[in-house]
Nanobody, 121 residues
């Protein structure tokens, strides 16, 4: 089975930084795009950032200039460097991976378990 294990969440003061990691493991043939989403209390899950297999990135307007997404293909890992954090960044962050299974022919979407990020004011 494919598993996505997230780490790096925690409690930080406004203006601080955190680095999230998401490592994929299992019968993976190839990973296509990766991304990060977040869901705050009482709100819908929203896109934070994505990165393609060619390392093209896309960011939500609310995090541009503060967050940076990157990937390590050799480790099947995606990162989210979060700087200048604000209380409104508080949410559960989920990684998302579009991949092809070793025994499959069609790309499949997988989600991480989520990691809590809390920014205090």
């Amino acid at each position: 089975q494919v598993r996505l294990v997230e780490s790096g969440g925690g409690l930080v003061q406004a203006g601080g930084s955190l680095r999230l990691s998401c490592a994929a493991s299992g019968p993976i043939f190839r990973i296509n795009a990766m991304g990060w989403y977040r869901q705050a209390p009482g709100k819908q899950r929203e896109l934070v950032a994505t990165i393609t297999s060619g390392s093209t990135t896309n960011y939500a307007d609310s995090v541009k200039g503060r967050f940076r997404i990157s990937r390590d293909n050799a480790k099947n890992t995606v990162y989210l460097q979060m700087n200048s954090l604000k209380p409104e960044d508080t949410a559960v962050y989920y990684c998302n991976v579009d991949l092809r299974l070793t025994a499959g022919w069609v790309p499949t979407i997988y989600w991480g378990q989520g990691t809590q990020v809390t920014v205090s004011s």
